[in-house]
Nanobody
Framework: QVQLVESGGGLVQAGGALRLSCAASGRTLSSYAMGWFRQAPGKEREFLAA????????RYADSVKGRFTISRDNAKNTVYLQMNSLKPEDTAVYFC??????????????????WGQGTQVTVSS
């Protein structure tokens, strides 16, 4: 059984930065696509970023392109989300997800196989 545990969330002022981590256990995820999603109160969970098995290919939602960077370290079985230039509208619970077919280019809420429990990010104005 795969377990994903996010960390690194917190309270930050607008314009600041945070780095989220997602550590996997239970099995190595080096062949999996990995992604980050978020869910704000009263809203649906939305896709933010995905990365392929090697880290060489990435995909971003337009809302975070140029501000967020996804990366992974397969030796540590960990995926990261560097978030810069944060805005109050980035406030949400952030989730990482794993998809065993490796299809980072089509990773969505509906086809992720494993989810973390989420970490809260709050951006104050």
């Amino acid at each position: 059984q795969v377990q994903l545990v996010e960390s690194g969330g917190g309270l930050v002022q607008a314009g600041g930065a945070l780095r989220l981590s997602c550590a996997a256990s239970g099995r190595t995820l080096s062949s999996y696509a990995m992604g980050w999603f978020r869910q704000a109160p009263g809203k649906e969970r939305e896709f933010l970023a995905a990365v392929n098995w090697s880290g060489g290919s990435t995909r971003y939602a337009d809302s975070v392109k140029g501000r967020f960077t996804i990366s992974r370290d397969n030796a540590k079985n960990t995926v990261y989300l560097q978030m810069n230039s944060l805005k109050p509208e980035d406030t949400a619970v952030y989730f990482c997800a794993a998809e065993k077919r490796g299809t980072y280019y089509s990773l969505t809420v509906g086809n992720a196989d494993y989810w973390g429990q989420g970490t809260q990010v709050t951006v104050s104005s």
